[in-house]
């Protein structure tokens, strides 16, 4: 039912400001499973489990982070069949993110840019939401970023204090290096420091993992505007640094597909169909050079079945989708999961 209430719903969001309304989708997700009427209406699907780095997803669709900043809604949306949820960005200390507005819609191409800027109740207050988590059986991930005033001489700092915090509530754990919304965070995308991080963080994993007898599997999640050496260079240094498993792609800085749309010039990350061919094409070069050592989850532009059967077809062995499903809602998670 709410595959059909969806459209309508849509329409009336639609019409509002878009980070307004994606603040009452939110609450009114939240209020919805509190009053337990997504089980009476959302549609089921027999699960499709994938296992990837020792963990047992249930199906092979996640939510990609983005959605649920503040981790408090992941009950709600774990309720309408995702597999995996992935709560986040956060950063070690509180921000507000940048000015508003920050979220715009191109509907015309069925896609957003955003320029949030790591907005979130940070790490400790998002851990503790996510804790109240009751009824998702799903896999859990925790994105994790730097603070905007911390410089990227210190980068490493910010990640390995988020890192340690998380570590014992996540099932997976994703460092954002690669928003193009926090000043100069790409640059951390170079092969000496995206090595010099990795290093970090498997070193603390390693530590964790000794007292904790926990292991707790972490990606890097990449942009999509890198060029063919940039790949073949951090393909090797994933690959040589023991990765666990990569998310490729983030949002692109890339306008040619949107010009002429009044919200094209907008500032911030691309998001959606726009992205689709593209991101599926960085997908296959990064699995060419990791091949079967480092899985890749999906991402970028998935607005249907076909778009996420590409990206299995490319090499990644679970997808996230998050602009795909503002647009089309729930029925997209069902579809990719009969499909797959």
Not at 137 to 153: A, D, F, R, S
Not at 314 to 333: C, K, N
């Amino acid at each position: 039912m709410l595959n059909f209430l969806y459209p309508a719903a849509r329409a009336i969001l639609f019409r509002l400001d878009a980070e307004r309304a994606h603040h009452l989708s939110m609450a009114g997700l939240r209020t919805s499973e509190r009053l337990g009427l997504l089980k009476a209406i959302s549609s089921k699907s027999d699960d499709k489990p994938v296992t990837i780095c020792g963990l047992k997803f249930p199906n092979p669709v996640g939510l990609a982070a983005g959605l649920d900043k503040e981790a408090n809604t992941i009950d709600a949306l774990g309720s309408l069949g995702f597999g995996h949820i992935e709560v986040g960005t956060l950063t070690p200390k509180p921000q507000d993110g940048n000015e508003s507005p920050r979220l715009f819609r191109l509907p015309e191409h069925q896609a957003l840019i955003n320029r949030m800027g790591f907005n979130n109740p940070g790490i400790d207050d998002g851990l503790a939401n996510a804790r109240s988590s009751k009824s998702f059986k799903g896999i859990l991930g925790i994105n994790i970023g730097k603070n905007k005033v911390t410089p990227n001489e210190q980068a490493n700092d910010d990640y390995a204090i988020a890192f340690e915090k998380a570590y014992p509530w996540a099932d997976y754990i994703t460092a954002n290096f690669s928003s193009p919304n926090t000043p100069g965070l790409r640059d951390l995308q170079s092969e000496d420091a995206a090595g010099r991080l990795l290093e970090v963080l498997k070193n603390l994993q390693t530590k964790l993992h000794q007292e904790t007898g926990r292991h707790v599997p972490f990606a890097l999640k990449v942009a999509p505007d890198l060029d063919e050496n940039q790949i073949s260079g951090l393909s090797r240094v994933f690959r040589d640094g023991g990765l666990d498993f990569l998310i490729a792609t983030n949002t692109t800085l890339a306008r040619d597909a949107v010009k002429g749309h009044r919200n094209a010039e907008e500032a911030g990350g691309l998001s959606g169909a726009p992205l689709t061919s593209h991101s599926t094409e960085v997908i296959a070069q990064f699995h060419a050079g990791l091949g079967q050592e480092v899985p890749i989850i999906g991402a970028g532009g998935i607005f249907s079945a076909e778009d996420a059967l590409a990206k299995k077809d490319a090499g990644a062995s679970l997808v996230q989708i998050y602009t795909g499903f503002v647009y089309r809602g729930p029925a997209l998670i069902h579809d990719i999961i009969r499909a797959w």
